[in-house]
């Protein structure tokens, strides 16, 4: 089993910035790709970015791709989400996920943080 832990979320005005934090811990031998995923209620879960925590390589979505920037520390399981120049249509629940291949789709990953909570303000 592997356990993920979000930190970072909180509330900051448009066109401020937030660093999340995703830490695996448990049986994270498999666990070779990280993802950032968000969810308003209502909504189905976006995918954001991902990373592969064996190669460094990256793959982000194109609606953020020039604003968050996804990275990685694979000796501490740990992938980074840093947030910049945040609106208010970036306002969700922020989830980390892993699983054996960097992707896309929330189907491909095998585990999931509990969420944390980006508020951006008008």
């Known amino acids: 089993q592997v356990h993920l832990v979000e930190s970072g979320g909180g509330l900051v005005h448009a066109g401020g910035s937030l660093r999340l934090s995703c830490t695996a811990s448990?049986?994270?031998?498999?666990?070779?790709?990280m993802g950032w995923f968000r969810q308003v209620p209502g909504e189905e879960r976006e995918f954001v970015a991902a990373?592969?925590?064996?190669?460094?390589?990256?793959y982000s979505s194109h609606s953020v791709q020039d604003r968050f920037t996804i990275s990685g520390d694979n000796a501490k399981n740990t992938a980074f989400l840093q947030m910049n120049s945040l609106t208010p249509e970036d306002t969700a629940t922020y989830y980390c996920?892993?699983?054996?291949?960097?992707?896309?789709?929330?189907?491909?990953?095998?585990?999931w943080g509990q969420g944390t909570q980006v508020t951006v303000s008008s």
């Open positions: 996920a892993s699983g054996p291949v960097v992707a896309g789709v929330p189907d491909k990953y095998e585990h």
């Open positions: 448990g049986r994270t031998s498999s666990s070779v790709a």
């Open positions: 990373i592969s925590l064996v190669n460094g390589g990256t």
